[in-house]
């Protein structure tokens, strides 16, 4: 084989290991990103339920109200 064809796949194997490296940190952080994002999502969904059953039971109270008078 020719050196510089050696050169050159050692230089492109170098740049190819370079870049899986960055893509790796990059995948790592947009892992952090989902698990954060999962947990507000969690969170405004317990919020949201929360509010749901306030409020269902304000209804329930306004219908007893009504039926009470």
Known sequence: MDVNLIDQLAQRVERLLVRHEELLRTQALLEEEVRR???????LRAQCQQARQRLDALLADLDEAELAS
Not at 37 to 43: G, S, T, Y
């Open 37 to 43: 994002l999962v947990a507000e999502r969690d969170q």
